[in-house]
């Protein structure tokens, strides 16, 4: 394996960047890809910035090519930014992992620092040179809440519940309090957030972005030596520039007033509606969480508005700390099995991996090509996927309430879709993605954080969004959502008996006639026959 302080495809980007000597820093911090801000740093005097691009990590997963470039430009504005403030930066490229030039870089620049990484799969990757003492771990700044308040509320063990911690750090912030007691005298205002979108308001257009020589390099770089990857290479709608991430971060003021109502609305006419697309930025720290708090908290907005915005930050808090303490699920006793296919259905050669995963319904059907854009003729699905392989984005509820919701209906193997989660979306790291996925878009870890499945049938679709308009599925009798809502619960019946959240259902499926039964089957049969073909559901449907 190779490393250099240059790179193939990288000359306009390495024209500008001064090769560091050891001596120009008395301590030198490695930032990870997720890192990407000084203020972060526990020292600030005297220090030099490790940055280290992995090829064998970009080939890791199929992962978008939107979110290589995402993470590459950033990756090397941050560089030139930080060289600017005559901080020097020894940028690494390798073909190999983080690990290989970073045990290279000690012998010459002596032991170096790093926060802790939020990635369970980089701390993996380090561990060796950790406990040899050549990398010296520090806590992460980041985080807004430390872990004692979540053991302290939660505990270490499950189920875990968001609940009690969420109401901790509402009272140890102070954000939305007056004393002891909530603003508006309760902590939730879910009733007041759950509007479908009737084009009531004009809707805000997302930021779009300037590109610079450094983007366009990186995306002529991404689609030589990823051209096998999904997605296209663009950058016009992604902040790449800390001037870009400060835009948008001023986006956030702009959606905030109607962000509450509309949070869980989900319509053709615009793909973010009042959602601020702030999670790529913030997650890999080009704009620091408590900079969106103190906007939300700040801000002139409704209430309801402002409360779920900051419970969405407390939720990033709360599953990132699940993921710790369960080490990303390694220590929780649930349902295993081994997935057949790590790429998610796309046609890429990965390591093959020999690893369990959780999976409590043990449901262990392939993604179907439609996740990857090949039109499954169900507009709700088609219109999500579109929204994801044309920009690597949507927001929380046509992930988990169209994209979850349908593959927990074909018995998806829940470590695929997740992969497919991780490689598709802009913003999904381990941490965040694995307790989204695996804890409540499947259900693979049992009650571990969810008490019931989060799953629907087309009658939430319609009334949250407005896709079945123009789908050539009827909502009540000829779209396949429902009977495979209902097929889903009996074939699971058993793993769900004795669970109170889901009693009604089960009554109700109890008296459900055996002609309706077999239809559901049926339903479920053709649905997963045809998507698992890659051909699409349009004019084949049979209820």
């Known amino acids: 394996m190779g490393w250099s302080f240059t790179g193939l495809g990288s000359e306009i980007f390495f024209s500008q960047i001064r090769k560091p000597r050891p001596a120009d820093a008395q301590s030198w911090w490695y930032l990870p890809y997720d890192q990407l801000n000084l203020d972060l740093l526990p020292v600030h005097d005297s220090v030099g910035i490790v940055l280290v691009e992995s090829e064998k990590q970009a080939k890791r997963r199929p992962y978008h090519k939107q979110k290589l470039c995402y993470i590459l430009s950033n990756m090397r504005h941050f560089a030139l930014e930080t060289q600017s403030k005559d901080i020097p930066v020894a940028y690494v490229v390798t073909d190999g992992q983080y690990d290989e030039p970073l045990r290279d870089l000690t012998k010459e620049f002596g032991t170096i620092n790093m926060l802790r990484a939020a990635e369970r799969e980089l701390r993996t990757t380090l561990a060796p040179l950790i406990e040899n003492g050549s990398i010296v771990e520090h806590p992460h700044s980041g985080w807004l809440t430390p872990q004692a308040w979540f053991t302290e509320t939660v505990g270490f063990e499950p189920p875990f519940r968001m609940d009690r911690f969420y109401r901790r750090v509402r009272k140890e912030k102070g954000w939305l309090m ?67 991430h400060r835009r948008a971060l001023d986006f956030l003021s702009d959606i905030l007033q109607l962000f509450g109502p509309y949070e869980d609305a989900m319509t053709k006419d615009s793909r973010g509606l009042f959602h601020s697309r702030l999670a790529s930025s913030v997650n890999i ?106 920009e690597a984005w949507t927001h929380h509820i046509p992930r988990l309430m169209v994209l979850s919701n349908l593959a927990q209906l074909m018995d998806i193997e829940p470590r695929q879709l ?49 896709f079945c308009s123009s789908c050539e599925f009827h909502p009540a009798k000829t779209c396949p959502v429902s009977p495979m809502y209902w097929a889903y619960f009996e074939r699971h019946k058993d793993a769900f008996a004795g669970n109170h959240r889901l009693a009604m259902t089960l009554r109700t499926l109890a008296k459900r006639p055996e002609e309706k039964k077999q239809i559901d089957r049926d339903t479920f049969n053709h649905v997963t026959s045809i998507l698992g073909q890659g051909k699409s559901l349009a004019s084949q449907m049979k209820l």
Not at 456 to 464: D, E, L, T, V
């Open 178 to 244: 007056e004393g002891d007691s909530p603003v508006g005298g309760k902590f939730s205002h879910d009733a007041d957030n759950r509007q479908p979108w009737k084009g009531e308001h004009p809707l805000p257009v997302a930021p779009s972005f300037e590109m610079d020589e450094i983007d366009d390099e990186v995306i002529e770089f991404i689609n030589h030596q990823f051209a096998e990857h999904p997605g296209d290479a663009r950058l016009n709608h992604l902040p790449t520039s800390y001037a870009d």
């Open 285 to 390: 720290h080009r704009v620091l969480p408590q900079e969106v708090i103190d906007v939300v908290v700040a801000a002139e907005a409704p209430l309801n508005s402002k409360e779920g915005y900051l419970r969405q930050m407390i939720w990033r808090e709360y599953v990132h700390h699940v993921h710790e303490v369960t080490d990303g699920f390694n220590r929780l006793e649930v349902e295993t099995t081994t997935p057949p296919n790590r790429a998610a259905g796309w046609p890429i050669e990965l390591e093959h991996d020999q690893a369990s995963h959780p999976n409590h319904l043990k449901q262990n059907r392939s993604l179907p090509m439609a996740y990857w854009g090949q039109p499954s003729g169900m507009d709700c699905l088609d219109w999500a996927v579109e929204s994801v392989m044309d």
């Open 418 to 466: 997740t992969d497919w989660f991780h490689a598709a979306f802009i913003d999904a790291f381990d941490w965040v993605v694995e307790p989204n996925v695996l804890g409540m878009g499947t259900f693979a870890l049992g009650d571990a954080m969810m008490t019931k499945p989060y799953v629907s049938g087309s009658p939430y679709i319609k009334k949250m969004g407005d």
